[in-house]
């Protein structure tokens, strides 16, 4: 069977603090080490691992995810293997043609039509104009924007985005397919029709590394998973195995650190956690939420120590990082004391009034005064998908859909009693 990708000890190290990177200084430095008889090395408390000695095989038709908190290593592996960065130290080995779908609208000009896109997206992907011209159909029915794929990108919506470029990175037919969590932008029909189209390229041959938080996706698609913690392999195996331990790690982590209380050494360490961030309403249909229902979020916590008085921040934003509306208790006046342990903050937004789009929620812990936040890693919700009463493709056809009352009146069908309404300057 042949091996589609190789890592071999790959390691990878990132300078910190590094903020003068001009020609000069580079080779000023390297001459320096070079007379010094010093080898080229950061000093310790200047860089970090993100990737230490992990190796890996991947051969044809077979899966693979990385699985780990934030700054485990994942992204970074993955744009080891996209050629966007080079390994420290190690050997990566790749054999055919690979796509890669790492961050939203990489590879995509937005002053440039989405049929422009294609051809230059496919040509970064190293195909040739007849080759992209016979996947084009194809490539544009399977992203199902047929409608605005002479509209230039950056009238797109997040999920339109999301729809062409996993449609241009899989219906290339790739040996290798790269995924992060961009894949979770788009809406849950478009999730399980990706879903069925990487079911049928890992039939096909094709090998598929894929990075997400989102554990019943990572279950449906990789047969195995590696554990990475802090750019280490710590296990490997099936994936559901190392999704349990992955899960148990972090329950065991947080029941250690209230067992210790304020007695946590680590003075950088959180007072309070938090746990997740969960977005529901009663009676979504198809994966969707409605618009013009209630949402309901709750902010799922655990404290270390006593905090006392306490305020929360809500945001929501759009997929494309635009923040559509702030909520905060201190704003209001609802009172909030946290104690030690765990607990939940829910909030109602009652009616949604989102218009049609990808969206998520981020929260924050802030200190009695509202004025320093105390979790400074904040807690994210997963992407959810909004259905209003009208569709919005373009990021102009605003944020939300406010409740109205309309009325029409003319001289002719008003009566005596009710004047006309003039404006003020008539």
């Known amino acids: 069977m042949k091996t589609h990708v190789k890592f071999e000890n790959v390691s990878k190290e990132y300078r910190l603090g590094l903020t003068r990177t001009s020609l000069p200084t580079v080779i000023g430095g390297w001459v320096k080490n070079q007379f010094s008889g010093k080898r080229s090395q950061s000093t310790k408390g200047d860089s970090f691992w993100a990737l230490k000695d992990v190796s890996f095989e991947l051969k044809e038709g077979q899966s693979l995810a990385l699985i780990g908190e934030n700054g485990a290593g994942k992204t970074t592996a993955l744009k080891l293997l996209a050629n966007i960065t080079k390994p420290s130290e190690g050997t990566i080995t790749t054999n055919g043609q690979l796509s890669a779908l790492i961050e939203l609208g990489a590879g995509f000009h937005p002053d440039l039509t989405g049929r422009e896109n294609i051809f230059l997206n496919g040509t970064i992907l190293g195909l040739s104009r007849a080759q992209i011209t016979r996947r084009f159909d194809e490539i544009v029915s399977f992203s199902e924007i047929e409608r605005f794929i002479d509209t230039p990108v950056k009238r797109y919506s997040s999920g339109m985005v999301v729809r062409l470029g996993f449609s241009v990175a899989s219906c290339i037919e790739p040996e290798i397919l790269l995924v992060d969590e961009v894949l979770a932008v788009g809406d849950a029909a478009f999730q399980q029709k990706c879903m069925s189209r990487i079911r049928s390229l890992l039939k096909n041959g094709t090998s598929i590394i894929f990075v997400s938080h989102n554990f019943y996706l990572v279950q449906a698609v990789c047969g195995r998973a590696i554990y990475l913690e802090k750019g280490r392999v710590k296990q490997r195996g099936q994936t559901k195995d190392i999704i349990d331990l992955y899960e148990n790690d972090l329950h065991q982590k947080r029941a250690l650190r209230l067992e210790s209380g304020s007695q946590d050494k680590n003075e950088h360490a959180d007072q309070i956690e938090i746990l997740g961030v969960d977005i529901a309403q009663t009676n979504a249909a198809d994966g969707h939420i409605s618009n013009d229902q209630p949402l309901h979020l709750t902010i799922r916590y655990i404290a270390y120590e006593d905090l006392g008085p306490a305020h929360v921040s ?104 009710e004047p006309f309404i003039r404006l003020a300057s008539d």
Not at 314 to 338: E, S
Not at 355 to 360: A, D
Not at 379 to 387: E, I, L, M, N, P
Request: proline content about 4%; hydrophobic content about 40%.
């Open 314 to 417: 809500v945001f929501i934003n759009r997929a494309d990082g635009l923040t559509c509306c702030m909520m905060r208790t201190k704003i209001d006046q609802y009172p909030l004391h946290i104690w030690r342990g765990e607990g939940q903050v829910s909030l109602i937004i009652d009616p949604l009034q989102l218009v049609t789009g990808s969206y998520f929620a981020e929260a924050w812990f802030l200190n009695e005064s509202d004025s320093m936040v105390v979790t400074p890693h904040g807690g994210r919700s997963d992407w959810f998908a909004v259905k209003g009463r009208g569709l919005s493709y373009a990021d102009d056809s605003g944020i939300f859909e406010p409740n109205t009352r309309w009325h029409h009146a003319t001289k002719q069908t008003l009566s005596a009693e």
